[in-house]
């Protein structure tokens, strides 16, 4: 299914994300939140991997995380993963992406609550969220811009404090949405 140079590609993904977990040889077992976790960033690897969204073209929604488990199944499979992690660990995961019907739902439901999160912050629209979109709208909600603005900054507002308070929780918390949760890594921007 995979080209040897995706699922090398792939591969070395899984030995990162696996190492960014501290799951290394003498690990032997994973509870199973460490295990969707792991499944669910491959997961997001794939789906946004340009070179391996050829193999997802033409499948409909309902196919794709179908699709994408059997990519997830062939990756696990690599004969490079077994000198990194112990067969017991190799089984878990597999097991995991096995269950199909049940990843495939858990996924899709964080899979949806992604999308709908994302799309909130894409303030552009063009499909990409940025650290930027992400820290305005965390201003924008600390400000109170809704509500026509903190109170702090009426003529007989409390503080000065606010805006930079905002401005810096904001930069921190955008940081970290994009770079940790979501991946982003060495990017500044996700793609939805």
Request: aromatic share 4%.
């Amino acid at each position: 299914m995979l080209t040897v140079k995706d699922k090398k590609k792939l591969t070395d993904t899984v030995i990162s994300i696996l190492n960014s977990h501290m799951i290394v040889l003498d690990t032997h077992i994973l509870d199973h939140s460490t295990c969707l976790t792991v499944v669910n960033e491959l997961v997001s690897v794939i789906k946004n991997s340009a070179d391996i969204g050829v193999y997802l073209k033409g499948t409909t929604a309902d196919d794709r995380m179908v699709k994408i488990l059997e990519i997830v199944m062939e990756v696990l499979s690599s004969e490079e993963l077994d000198g990194k992690i112990t067969p017991e660990v190799q089984e878990q995961l597999r097991n995991i992406s096995q269950n199909a019907e049940l990843t495939a739902t858990v996924l899709t439901v964080v899979d949806g609550v992604n999308d709908a999160v994302l799309e909130h912050l894409d303030a552009n629209l063009d499909g990409r969220v940025t650290v930027q979109e992400v820290e305005d709208k965390v201003i924008s909600c600390l400000m109170c811009e809704k509500a026509g603005g903190c109170a702090c900054y009426a003529d007989d507002g409390c503080c000065k404090g606010c805006k930079k308070f905002s401005k810096d929780l904001g930069s921190i918390t955008a940081k970290i949405f994009i770079k940790v949760f979501c991946c982003g890594c060495d990017k500044n921007y996700i793609t939805r």
